[in-house]
Each structure stands twice: as structure tokens, then as C-alpha cells.
């Protein structure tokens, strides 16, 4: 196919309408479509236009993902407008190989009209993923639906570079080759930012103004030892013939405030209703509370578990352990805290952890996607393992906008708010929240549960004692 085909290099109507004509092209090649009847104006001026329109779809998107209360991101137009030069390039040495000056400014034309409506589809998919709260919808991961994206957007590039400009027999390299080395391998590895970005407040309150910041200062770093030192000094010793329980609260993901959120709440109603106060510690990543709050990491947990374990009666305390964080499909936790690298957790970390501490009946409830994978490595006679969801599915709720996981929201907030038992309060909970993604349209996350034989004897009789204190105290 010919040059002449696909372009118009005199102007056959106004600037408006070529710019528009450009972006309609760029829109049906998007979808493996023929551009026919229209066709790409080619101009400095058409390239300026595009490249202005992609700056914009970036501001408009970010913006509304972000909301008003922002700023411009000046730091981002570089990598933002680095496309431009690899695909001026891409355009140079096409134009070489073709023997033709037109693709010079045709590929990238080309490149960015297609680019603009994946761009829009990359924000549309990141918008619905924060509002329903969730890192993937039914089948793939969050991760994996922008590769798909990048991977449609790279392949509608290669087709229409082939239809552009189709190689002759004798040429060394062919231009979609050329497209894919400069402009397509370099993009799948330059991160993308965002042209308005959440703005630090003084004025807002400490919650609000820890999620615009994403990192500690040095002095809270350096205070993190004296901060868990003194949270685990602070944990009660055993009372001598009751049944303990203690709770360890685990919220290792910074970047969004909602882990951090619902640990405090299940901290507060565990102190109110089953008498947790001075009996227990919570580890939470968040920018708003390194001054108040030892930050979750594999390393904080060991010593918490151990500093627990030293202040229980091992043969008669519970020790009710909650994580709280995204998961992978390769059951992994995810432990991140901007910009220190931190080690993610695994199920076997987690059971080893927990053997090292000396604790003996635990109750471990794990709020993340793929949730259910920790079970097999934390079975045992004296162990209660409740996961939001099963191996293989994702679980909700873990966007900003919510307060809570929905597997904590449904368990925490409002199960165990009607019963001392963590078993029935496991059923009302899957129950509740069935029904809710049912309402929402979602899969089934599928929570799951293990009761270890001994231990179902031992909730049984702290259930007793709560119960008894609770009806006393009416």
C-alpha cells in the first residue's frame, strides 16, 4: 500500500476538521480497522496538534482520577512527552529505509492517534478498579489488564506501520521493526506519571494529608526502633488462669490509606468488646501515623510475635493475628512503604514467624486477594485460619474509597459485633459478603476457613468467658 493512501498533505478542509480527521484514523486503526474514508493529514502543525491532545487526554484523565484538589506536575512532561522523540526517530529511520521524508512525520502521527484512545481506556480501567475497590475483575489481574492494553495498543501500532509502509524485498530492516525497537520496547519500560497529582494541605487532617504523601521523613525513620520498642514493652503480661486474648494487627501497604483504616477499627473494637486493651500491637504503613505506629515489615512482625509470646501464658492465651494488604496469584503478600525496598510475605514466612514466636493458638485472619493460599502452610491442631478468599480468586474493597476490606467489613465490623464466636461469625460474614458481590456484580471471592480440632474446643470456652462477662456487665 501506498504512501498517497493514507495521507492528505494539502489541506482539503480547516484545521479543526484534519485534526479531527487524524484522530478518527487513529481511532479506527485502534481497532484493526481500515482508516478509509478518512485519511491522515500530514503536517508539523498536525504533530504539534497530537501531541498537544495527548498532554491533554494525560492532564484530563489524571485529573479526574485525582480530583481538584491538586497540582501540576511539571516533573512528568518529560517521560510524558519522550514518545515524541522516539517516535520522530522511529519516523526519521523509516523514512530512510523507505526512501521517503513523508514517514518522517506520518509514524509518529500515527503512533499517537492510537495512543490516545488506550490512553483513555488505560484510566477508565484504573478509575473502576479504585472505585470498586479491587486490584483485578473476574479474571484478570490489575497488572495484567495494562499489559493487555499496552499489548493492543502495541500490536494496532505494528499493523498499521505494516499497512503504511510495506517493506520491499531488498530492505535490511522493515519499518514495524524499527517501530517496535525505538518507540515500543522503550515505552513497555518507561513508567508512566500523571500530569496533575494529589497535593500536600497543611490544613487537612493527618489522615488525609498522610495519603497526598507517599514517604517518611529521616527523623521518623530513625524513630521507628524507639516506636516498636516501646509498643512492645507496652503489651500486658498474662493474667493467671484466664484465657487471654491478645491481637496483632499487620497493615504493610502505604500507598493506600484503607489497610490502615480498617486495622485501627478492628483494634478499637476488639479493646471494647473483647477486652483486648494493653494486649495488643499494631503495625501500620502509612505516612500519616510513622510517628505514632511502628511500619509494618517482615522484620517488625517477627518482633512483635516474639515480644507476644513472651508476655502470653502459651497454654492458655489466643493470640488473634490480622493482615491486611494486596495478594498475588503466587500468594504473596505485598509489603510497601515508598521508597524503602521491603520484603514481601509468604505463607511459609508467616508460619515460621509464628512457630519462632512460641505462641500456640493463634487465630490468623489474612484480607487479601488469593487469600486462601496462606492456609496449607498455617494448618495445625491449634490454629484458626480465616482468608478472605479462596487460592484462586481475587477478594474486595481495598481502593481508597472504602474504610474497610469488604472480608473485614462484613467479619470485624459487623459479625463480630452480634458474637463472641469467630466461627459464626465467619459464616454470617461469607454469607454477607455473597451477597454483596452478588448485588455488585463481582465473582465470588470465596472466603475460606480452617478450624484446627483442638482449637475449636478452645474458642468454645472463650466464647464462654466473653459472653458471661458481657451479659454481667448488662
Not at 490489575?142 to 520491499?168: D, K, S
Not at 483494634?267 to 477486652?275: A, N, S
Request: hydrophobic share 50%.
Amino acid at each position: 500500500m501506498q504512501v498517497e493512501n493514507w495521507t492528505q498533505a494539502t489541506p482539503r478542509a480547516s484545521a479543526w476538521r484534519q485534526w479531527l480527521e487524524n484522530i478518527r484514523v487513529g481511532l479506527r486503526l485502534t481497532f484493526f480497522l481500515s482508516p478509509a474514508p478518512f485519511q491522515f493529514h500530514v503536517s508539523s502543525n498536525h504533530f504539534i496538534a497530537l501531541a498537544l491532545t495527548y498532554l491533554t487526554v494525560n492532564y484530563a484523565c489524571s485529573y479526574a482520577l485525582t480530583g481538584p484538589v491538586g497540582v501540576f506536575n511539571l516533573h512528568a512532561l518529560p517521560s510524558t512527552l519522550f514518545w515524541v522523540t522516539l517516535a520522530l526517530l522511529a519516523g526519521y529511520l523509516t523514512g530512510q529505509v523507505m526512501n521517503d521524508d513523508r514517514y518522517v512525520l506520518l509514524i509518529p502521527i500515527a503512533v499517537g492517534s492510537i495512543g490516545i484512545p488506550l490512553s483513555i481506556a488505560s484510566s477508565v480501567i484504573w478509575f473502576a478498579a479504585e472505585q470498586r475497590g479491587f486490584m483485578g475483575p473476574t479474571v484478570l489481574g490489575l497488572t495484567e489488564l495494562f499489559q493487555l492494553v499496552f499489548l493492543w495498543w502495541a500490536l494496532a501500532i505494528l499493523v498499521a506501520i505494516r499497512r503504511l509502509a510495506v517493506p520491499m524485498a531488498h530492505r535490511a530492516i522493515s519499518p514495524a521493526a524499527l517501530v517496535a525497537i525505538f518507540v515500543l520496547v522503550p515505552a513497555y519500560f518507561l513508567p508512566a506519571e500523571a500530569l496533575w497529582e494529589a497535593a500536600f494541605d497543611p490544613s487537612e487532617s493527618a489522615i488525609v494529608a498522610g495519603q497526598r504523601q507517599r514517604s517518611f521523613s529521616e527523623p521518623a525513620l530513625y524513630a521507628q526502633v524507639d516506636l516498636l520498642r516501646a509498643a512492645m514493652e507496652g503489651i500486658k503480661a498474662e493474667r493467671a488462669g484466664v484465657d487471654d486474648l491478645y491481637f496483632v494487627g499487620f497493615a504493610p501497604y502505604a500507598s493506600q490509606a484503607v489497610f490502615m483504616k480498617e486495622t485501627l477499627a478492628i483494634g478499637k473494637l476488639l479493646e471494647e468488646r473483647f477486652g483486648v486493651g494493653g494486649r495488643a500491637i499494631s503495625l501500620i504503613s502509612h505516612s500519616s501515623l510513622v510517628d505514632s505506629f511502628p511500619i509494618a515489615t517482615l522484620t517488625s512482625l517477627r518482633a512483635a510475635l516474639r515480644a507476644v509470646g513472651e508476655r502470653i501464658n502459651a497454654d492458655e492465651d489466643v493470640v488473634l493475628l490480622h493482615l491486611t494488604s494486596h495478594g498475588s496469584e503466587s500468594h504473596v503478600l505485598s509489603v510497601e512503604f515508598y521508597p524503602l525496598d521491603l520484603h514481601p510475605i509468604r505463607p511459609a514466612d508467616l508460619r515460621s514467624a509464628l512457630d519462632a514466636s512460641g505462641i500456640k493458638w493463634r487465630i490468623v485472619v489474612v484480607s487479601a486477594c488469593y487469600s486462601g493460599g496462606f492456609i496449607e502452610a498455617l494448618k495445625d491442631t491449634r490454629t484458626l485460619v480465616l482468608t478472605a478468599s479462596d487460592a484462586r480468586h481475587t477478594s474486595f474493597g481495598c481502593g481508597d474509597a472504602f474504610d474497610f476490606t469488604y472480608f473485614s467489613k462484613a467479619y470485624f465490623d459487623e459479625a463480630l459485633r452480634k458474637t463472641y464466636s469467630f466461627e459464626k461469625a465467619f459464616t454470617m460474614a461469607k454469607e454477607s459478603i455473597r451477597l454483596r458481590e452478588q448485588t455488585e456484580g463481582l465473582d465470588h471471592s470465596n472466603p475460606q476457613i480452617f478450624m484446627g480440632e483442638a482449637m475449636q474446643s478452645k474458642l468454645a470456652k472463650l466464647e464462654e468467658r466473653l459472653s458471661g462477662k458481657a451479659t454481667s456487665e448488662k
